[in-house]
């Protein structure tokens, strides 16, 4: 089964700053016909159902600011929230969607 | 808009079953997969196992494959999820997602809806 693991588990940051949430594939999540990511992130704020951010790894899904965006291959991945906001206080999960639908342990993100 | 309704909260014993039920609206339902995903207390999540909206072909994550199915019901566009011998840590709220770009049978898609999800508590 392919693993994921985000990393930091929580992190504190000033509103207007930036936050940089990493997610490490314990494989290649590229399909070789497409060159594709099959990696998503989702927001999940307390009492709510996860929300689409970005799938195929940097694709931002429709209606989501632009100030989160995503990058990265292979197995290492970073979702980056430009200019933080109140609203943005919530879990974010990765997914990969390559094998199955495994989802990363979480990273808490919360303003400092 | 697409929504996907499910079923309510639901308390069972140890070793019994549970179906739980999402209806899908807003889209067309034969073109969609549908998954379900659990989220015990306090915790992650978990992927459990999808459903084609196309062909009803079904593919489960493997620490479920001996206890769980997934079916679907394309005139009332619903999907069912049936969970036997229950055990305490079964209990989480668990989410039914509409898959997009899923490929049978190892990738179930991203998901972009989710519904509100059902609490299942498993205590004797």
């Known amino acids: 089964d392919i693993v994921l693991t985000q990393s930091p588990d929580s992190l504190a940051v000033s509103l207007g700053e930036r936050a940089t949430i990493n997610c490490q594939s314990s494989?290649?999540?590229?399909?070789?016909?497409?060159?594709?990511?099959?990696l998503a992130w989702y927001q999940q704020k307390p009492g709510q159902s996860p929300k689409l951010l970005i799938y195929?790894?940097?694709t931002r899904e429709s209606g989501v600011p632009d100030r989160f965006s995503g990058s990265g291959s292979g197995t290492d991945f970073t979702l980056t929230i430009n200019s933080l906001q109140p609203d943005d206080v919530a879990v974010y999960f990765c997914?990969?969607?390559?094998?199955?639908?495994?989802f990363g342990q979480g990273t808490k993100v919360e303003i400092k | 808009q697409v929504q996907l309704v499910q079923s309510g909260a639901v308390v069972e014993k140890p070793g019994a079953s549970v179906k739980v039920s999402c209806q899908a609206s807003?889209?067309?339902?034969?073109?969609?997969?549908l998954s379900w995903v659990r989220q015990a207390p306090g915790q992650g999540l978990e992927w459990v196992g999808w459903?084609?909206?196309?062909?009803?072909?079904?593919n489960y994550a493997q620490k479920f494959q001996d206890r769980l199915t997934i079916t679907k019901d394309t005139s009332t566009s619903t999907v069912y999820m049936e969970l036997r011998s229950l055990r305490s840590d079964d209990t989480a709220v668990y989410f039914c997602?509409?898959?997009?770009?899923?490929?049978?049978?190892?990738?179930?898609?991203?998901?972009?809806?989710w519904g509100q999800g059902t609490l299942l508590t498993v205590s004797s």
């Open positions: 997602a509409r898959g997009r770009s899923a490929i049978y049978p190892k990738a179930p898609g991203f998901f972009d809806s």
């Open positions: 807003g889209y067309s339902f034969s073109s969609f997969s």
């Open positions: 459903i084609s909206g196309y062909d009803g072909k079904t």
């Open positions: 494989q290649s999540i590229v399909h070789s016909a497409t060159n594709k990511n099959y």
């Open positions: 195929w790894a940097s």
């Open positions: 997914q990969q969607y390559f094998t199955g639908g495994t």
